[in-house]
C-alpha cells in the first residue's frame, strides 16, 4: 500500500524533532488508563450507551417495531449496571438511590414515545413532567453525592439539555425530518460524553486519594476515540436495521454514518497525514460500510449466500485490512494480531446483533448490541494509548478546565492541539447542513 511507504519516513523524522515524542522524561508520560480516566471511561460507556438505547427504543416504540420491548429491556438494564458504579463509591444506599430515580426517567422516556405515537396529549404532559423531575432529583443527587464538587444549578441545567437532545430527536423522527433528527443526534452523543467527564472529575476531586484527576490532556483523547468509535456502533446497528425494514429515514440514517466516518478520516489525516487518512477511508467504506449495507440488503431479500458472503468480508477482509492499518501506522504499539482479533470481535457483534434482529430473537439482539457497544471501549482504550505513547507531547499539558460551568458540558473549551479529533469533529458536525450520499465504492 503506497500509504505505508510514505508513512513510515514521515513518523521517523517526527520523532527525531527536539522535545517531540521519544524526548519525554519516563515519569512524565501521559496515561491513558489512570485511576480518574478508567473511571470516566466506565461513565462514558453506560451513560452514552444510555444515550443511544433511549433513542433507538424511543423510535421503535413509535415505528411499532416487535423489537422495542427488548430495546426498553435494554435501556432498563443498562440503568442497573450504573447503580454498582456508583455504590462502588458511595455505597449501596447511594447505588440503589441512583438506580431508582434513573428508573423512573427511562419510564418517562418510553410513555413519551408511547404518547406521541398515540397522539396522547395527556400522557405527553405527564411524561414531560416526570422527565422535569428526573433533571431535578438527578441533579440534586449529583450535588449532594459530591459535596457539592459538581453545583446542582449546572447539572440541572447540562441533565436538561441533555433531555433536550433526546426528546428533540426523537420530535424530529417523529415529524419525519430527519436531517435534523440525525444531526441532532450526533450533537446528544458529544454531549453525553461530557457528564463522564464533569462527573468523574467531580469525583476526583472529592476523593483524590483513590482517583487521579481524569480530564487530563490523555484523558480528553482516549474519551474521543471512545466516542467516534461507540458512535460508530450505535449508528451502524440503526442503520442496518432500518435498511433491513425498508425504513424511510434509511438514507439518513446512513448519512449519519458518514459523519462519523469523516470524523475518523479527519482525525487519522491529522495525525498520520492526508495520505493515510484517504486508505483509513478506503478501507472503512469498501470493506466495512458499504457491506454492512449489503448484509442488510441481503436480509431483506432472504438471500442467505449474498448475506453470507457479506458476514465472512466484515469479520475477516475488513478486520485484517484495518487490523494491518492500525498496527502499521502506530509502529506495532497495536500488535497486529490482537488488533486483528478485536476489530473481529467487534464485526462479530455487529453481524450477530443485525441477523438476530431479523430472526426475530430480540433480546438475544440487544445482549449482543450492549456486548458489542462494550467492545468499541476497549478498542478505544487500546488506539488511544498506542498514539499518546507514540506522540507523547501532544498529551502532556492538562486540560485547562477541570470542573466545567455547566456541569456536563464537557471539554469543549480545551485547545484544539489537545483535542485533535473532537476539534476537528465539531467543526464538521456544524458545517453539515444538508444530506449528502456516500460513493459506495471509492476509487
Known amino acids: 500500500m503506497k500509504w505505508k511507504k510514505l508513512l513510515a519516513p514521515v513518523l521517523g523524522a517526527a ?5 517531540f515524542g521519544t524526548t519525554a522524561l519516563a515519569d512524565e508520560l501521559p496515561k491513558t488508563d489512570t485511576t480518574g480516566v478508567e473511571l470516566r471511561a466506565t461513565l462514558d460507556s453506560l451513560l452514552s450507551e444510555h444515550y443511544a438505547l433511549a433513542i433507538d427504543s424511543m423510535m421503535k416504540t413509535y415505528d411499532g417495531d416487535k423489537g422495542a420491548e427488548a430495546a426498553a429491556a435494554a435501556l432498563a438494564e443498562n440503568a442497573a449496571d450504573m447503580e454498582p458504579v456508583i455504590a462502588s463509591v458511595y455505597g449501596e444506599e447511594g447505588g440503589a438511590a441512583f438506580g431508582a430515580i434513573f428508573d423512573e426517567h427511562n419510564m418517562g422516556t418510553e410513555d413519551y414515545a408511547l404518547a406521541v405515537k398515540e397522539g396522547n396529549d395527556d400522557l405527553k404532559q405527564q411524561s414531560l413532567e416526570e422527565i422535569q423531575s428526573f433533571t431535578e432529583e438527578m441533579a440534586a443527587f449529583l450535588a449532594t453525592a459530591t459535596e457539592g464538587k459538581l453545583p446542582e444549578e449546572g447539572a440541572q441545567q447540562a441533565l436538561r439539555t ?3 437532545f433526546v426528546q428533540n430527536t426523537f420530535d424530529l423522527y417523529a415529524a419525519g425530518d430527519y436531517v435534523a433528527a440525525y444531526t441532532t443526534y450526533l450533537e446528544g452523543f458529544k454531549q453525553i460524553f461530557g457528564a463522564g467527564s ?9 476523593f483524590p486519594e483513590k482517583f487521579t484527576d481524569p480530564n487530563t490532556a490523555a484523558g480528553d483523547f482516549r474519551a474521543d476515540v471512545n466516542r467516534i468509535a461507540a458512535e460508530h456502533f450505535a449508528l451502524s446497528q440503526l442503520s442496518m436495521t432500518k435498511g433491513f425494514n425498508g425504513a424511510e429515514d434509511f438514507d439518513f440514517a446512513d448519512w449519519a454514518q458518514d459523519q462519523n466516518t469523516e470524523e475518523f478520516r479527519a482525525a487519522i489525516a491529522s495525525i498520520y497525514g492526508e495520505e493515510a487518512g484517504t486508505e483509513f477511508v478506503r478501507i472503512w467504506n469498501n470493506e466495512h460500510i458499504s457491506v454492512q449495507g449489503d448484509l442488510a440488503t441481503a436480509a431483506a431479500s432472504d438471500d442467505g449466500s449474498a448475506a453470507e458472503e457479506a458476514a465472512n468480508t466484515l469479520k475477516n477482509t475488513f478486520a485484517e485490512e484495518l487490523g494491518t492499518f492500525l498496527s502499521t501506522a502506530t509502529e506495532e504499539r497495536m500488535p497486529l494480531q490482537a488488533t486483528i482479533d478485536g476489530i473481529t470481535a467487534h464485526e462479530t457483534t455487529v453481524v450477530d446483533a443485525f441477523t ?8 438475544a439482539s440487544y445482549a449482543t448490541y450492549r456486548e458489542g457497544y462494550a467492545i468499541m471501549f476497549g478498542i478505544g482504550k487500546g488506539l488511544s494509548a498506542a498514539v499518546t505513547d507514540q506522540f507523547p507531547e501532544k498529551f502532556q499539558t492538562a486540560a485547562p478546565e477541570k470542573m466545567p460551568k455547566t456541569g456536563f458540558g464537557g471539554t ?3 485547545s484544539n492541539e489537545l483535542m485533535i479529533w473532537s476539534a476537528l469533529s465539531l467543526l464538521f458536525i456544524a458545517a453539515a447542513g444538508t444530506v449528502t450520499y456516500r460513493q459506495r465504492k471509492q476509487d
Open 15 to 19: 520523532l527525531l524533532v527536539p522535545g
Open 162 to 164: 441533555h433531555e433536550d
Open 198 to 206: 464533569a462527573i468523574s472529575g467531580a469525583i476526583a476531586a472529592q
Open 356 to 363: 438476530q434482529y431479523t430472526s426475530g430473537d430480540y433480546d
Open 412 to 414: 469543549a473549551d480545551s
